[in-house]
Each structure stands twice: as C-alpha cells, then as structure tokens.
C-alpha cells in the first residue's frame, strides 16, 4: 500500500491531458464544422446523394475553399447537407472506426451497452449507445462518429468527414457484445431494489463475495446491514448507488460471470462506512471500496465510496458535497494504473478548488481486491 500526498505522476497528467489539448488547439469543434458546413438546400439539391458528387468546373467554389475541401480531379467531398450528414452518422457506427484504426475489443471488460476497445499502453475508448456514441475514461473526450475521427487523428470536420463517408459499407470482423438485451423494467429503481433479498451467510451472491472476492463474512454483514447490497441474478451482487438523501438511484452488478450498472440507473456514489467521517475514500468499484475497507479494518473515520468506474455529472457533485464539509481528508485509492492516477488527479483538483486534505492511495498490486486477496494468500 503507497501513500503518495499532494501529487500525480507527471507522465499519466500529459496522458490524460493529450486529447483534450489537441482538441482545443483545433479552430473548431466537430458540431461547430458540421453547422458550417450544412446549408439549406434548393429545389434542385434536394435529392443529391450522400457522398462523391462531380463538380461542374474542377475546381472548389468559393464556400468550399472557406470551409477548408478540395476536389480531386474534379470530384471531392461537397458541401454537404445537414440531413446527408447525419445520415451518415446513422450508416457508420464508432466500432467501424475503431477496428479500421487497429483498436480491439476487451470483451472481459465490456458489457453490452459499453463496449471497450483497447490499442497498445493506456489506449481506451468506451463505445455506448448502440454504437453511435463513445467517451474516453482517460481525458474528457467524448461525442459521436465525427468527434471520434478527429479524436483518433483527423485533421479537422472535413477530413473526419471524408474518413466516415469512406467507411459506408465496412464490415467489422471483430466480435460483436453478443450477450442478449435485458427486457426493460417497469418497476421503479427503488422498488426493484427493495423486491431482491439481502445476502444471507452461504447464499450464491455471499459465496461470490467471500470465496471468489475474499471479502470477510464480517464486512459483507455490516454492508447489508447499512443497506448496500442485494442478490443480484445468478449469484451476482447488487452494489447501491445513493444520493445525498440516500435514496438508491442504482446499483453496480458483479458477479461470476457478468458486469455492469442497473438499466435505467444514475452513477453517482457507493457508500460504505460512517457517513459523515472526516476521510472519504474514493475507489473505482464497490468490490474495491469493500476490499479497502477489509484492509484498514473499517476504520469508523472513514467512508468507503465507488464511482462505479465512472465520471458522471452527479457524481463529481457528490464528491465536491463530501469534500465541502468542514475538515474533509478527501483519498484517491483508485486502482493503481494511468486510469486511477487520472481519477486521482481529477479528486486532487476538487480538493484543491474546495480547500480540504488530500492524500492519494495506491495498491501494490492493480486494485484493491488483488491486493486483499494477495495478503490473504500471503498468510496461508
């Protein structure tokens, strides 16, 4: 276990902080190009085809050559309609990208509405919503087909728009998220909360934790008795994410053979131990938090929180209000890779900005749960 006050590795800053460098040096964003680039059609447009289209002269109109297209021997990528574009957005879905640029799916790490793709050290982009939209956990990137072109290295809207219009048609060979949709709920969040049963000693989700997690029987009985978990299906586990007033907005889902966050859910906070304690320690999953707290003994000044291995919105609110109160030691115990250092980063900058302790927190091992169960291996 490393303690590492005040600082981040410089290397995992420049990482994290590449992208969105590039991406503001750039004279404008993808939907700023997009909205230059569109304009409204005549009569005699209306039916022009996405794509190629000829060119009268040879040569680029005068709003082509402001909007930065040339034509190639006549043809080229013209000016193209907002409808044509979007079209477009519709044909070539992110993956199509990614595989054309050598990126390759971690299917262990994925689940069926966030697909990760990996390339060499470090490299990450999380695919969502069925393929048209993507984020990067290492930096703030994220958009859809056209922002990932130019995340990936386009030099500006027309040249991403020439490499998406390339990709019509492309058929991916790698493997698909094969595992079948889940029938949406009808039930409310915190009533399909309340209608799963509490872990019990020897149930399938008590198993998982303790024989497969070794997380202590006396941990796993003081997180059901503060509410935080449920039997998940086919003896997973059910990680509660709470709100300020504690009422339960969704859940993380681990188990054996699955992962992933409840359908319909809102990331914001797991929350273990005492709730107004001075040190909040922040971990990247529910079993890491629990795992952290295993080690320390749970510590009663200590809270154990999990971001779910997001960044929402609600979740930075949630840790700014944790870190406003009076005498907050706020710790980093992210996994102990360039991802948690920029996490970390991330918690250090709200400490910074509000004015409470910092400390930063890393495993010897990846996370926290290999480090519990390396200590337990260590002692048999």
């Known amino acids: 276990m490393l303690v590492d006050r005040g600082g981040i590795r410089a290397g995992a800053r420049a990482a994290a902080c590449a992208v969105p460098a590039a991406r503001e040096a750039a004279p404008r964003s993808g939907a700023d190009e997009r909205d230059r680039l569109s304009t409204r059609p005549c009569a005699r447009q209306a039916s022009r085809p996405v794509g190629v289209v000829p060119s009268r002269t040879g040569k680029a109109s005068p709003t082509e050559e402001r909007a930065g297209l040339s034509r190639r021997g006549g043809f080229g990528i013209d000016v193209m309609e907002k409808k044509d574009i979007d079209e477009l957005r519709g044909k070539v879905l992110c993956a199509f990208l990614l595989e054309k640029a050598g990126w390759d799916v971690d299917l262990k790490e994925s689940t069926r509405k966030a697909i990760k793709y990996r390339r060499g050290e470090g490299q990450i982009v999380i695919v969502i919503h069925d393929g048209r939209g993507w984020f990067d956990p290492m930096s703030e990137a994220k958009g859809d087909v056209f922002d990932l072109a130019m995340h990936l290295g386009a030099n500006g809207f027309p040249e991403a728009l020439q490499q998406v219009a390339d990709l019509v048609g492309f058929t991916p060979t790698q493997p698909a998220w094969k595992r079948p949709a889940r029938a949406k709920p009808i039930a409310l969040l915190a009533h399909r909360w309340d209608a799963r049963l509490k872990p019990r000693p020897s149930s399938p989700t008590w198993r998982y934790l303790a024989e497969t997690r070794a997380i202590p029987d006396h941990l796993i009985q003081e997180a059901v008795d503060q509410g935080c978990l449920r039997e998940g299906p086919h003896g997973s586990m059910w ?114 900005e509000v004015g409470c302790g910092y400390e930063r927190l890393r495993p010897v091992h990846d996370d926290w749960n290999e480090e519990l169960q390396a200590m337990l291996q260590q002692r048999r």
């Open 239 to 352: 990680a509660a994410h709470t709100d300020d007033a504690g009422r339960v907005v969704g859940w993380e889902e681990r188990g054996p053979e699955w992962r992933g966050f409840a359908t319909d859910g809102s990331k914001v906070l797991f929350r273990l131990g005492t709730a107004q304690a001075k040190r909040t320690c922040t971990t990247e999953a529910a079993i890491d938090a629990m795992s952290l707290g295993a080690l320390e003994g749970l510590r009663h000044d200590s809270l154990y929180v999990s971001t779910g291995g997001g960044w929402s919105p609600a979740t930075e609110a949630a840790i700014r209000a944790i870190a406003a109160r009076p005498g907050v030691l706020l710790v980093a115990a992210t996994d102990s890779n360039m991802q948690g250092d920029v996490f970390g980063d991330r918690l250090r900058a709200i400490a910074e």
